[in-house]
């Protein structure tokens, strides 16, 4: 999991930050990391709520499912902040220089 983390983090700095040479930002490849996160949660949900009511995870309760719901709410918060500390980035280099 590090290492999908690394590996994931430079690669959306090398190739996708790499289309547009002229825009920089320190954040993008934490921010996809996040992004891409909070999306395999999503399908963890998903897939465990379709299992679920199918009756092939007979062990999974209530709390199971409040409690991945509670991971998802918690990695949206640290994406929405991410976020918002790009933008400050973003927003920060565009004042003039003296």
């Known amino acids: 999991m590090v290492v999908l983390s690394f590996s ?3 690669l959306a700095f090398d190739w996708i930050s790499g289309l547009e ?16 996160l909070i999306a395999g ?14 009756g092939r995870l007979p062990e999974v309760q209530t709390k199971h ?5 509670s991971l998802g709410l918690a990695f949206t918060v640290f994406f929405a902040y991410i ?9 920060y280099a565009t004042f003039p220089r003296k």
Do not use: C, H
């Open 8 to 10: 994931l983090t430079i």
């Open 21 to 36: 040479p002229e825009w920089y930002s320190d954040m993008f490849g934490v921010y996809l990391f996040a992004g891409s």
């Open 41 to 54: 949660i999503a399908a963890m949900v998903l897939g465990v709520l379709s299992l679920k009511g199918r």
């Open 65 to 69: 499912i409040y409690n991945l719901g």
């Open 83 to 91: 976020g918002f500390a790009q933008y400050m980035l973003i927003w």
